[in-house]
């Protein structure tokens, strides 16, 4: 009987309980799942950023993209694409 008792508090009324333990492991697997996301995103942020300081051409290719800028002599045409439904 005791046994009994014990072990329904440490499962069901113990600060640490399975119900808790279970929650905490399904948000320490999204933590790492944001963690992987953020890791790459932030390599290949880096690695942008690197080309951008070592190669001029890049700069140049980036404000034309990025900020739709252009030079004086030149038409800017923007077109959008259509999502494929």
């Given amino acids: ?42 390599a290949s942020e880096q690695k942008e950023l690197d080309n ?6 890049t700069v140049e290719r980036y404000a034309r993209e990025k900020y739709l800028m252009k030079r004086e002599n030149e038409d800017l045409f923007i077109v959008s694409e259509k999502p494929n439904n």
């Fill in 1 to 42: 009987m005791a046994v009994c008792v014990f072990a329904a508090i440490i499962l069901f009324f113990d600060k640490n309980d399975l119900f808790t333990q279970m929650a905490r492991t399904r948000q320490l697997k999204q933590l790492q799942e944001s963690k992987t996301y953020y890791t790459a995103h932030i």
């Fill in 52 to 57: 951008l300081r070592s190669n001029p051409g």
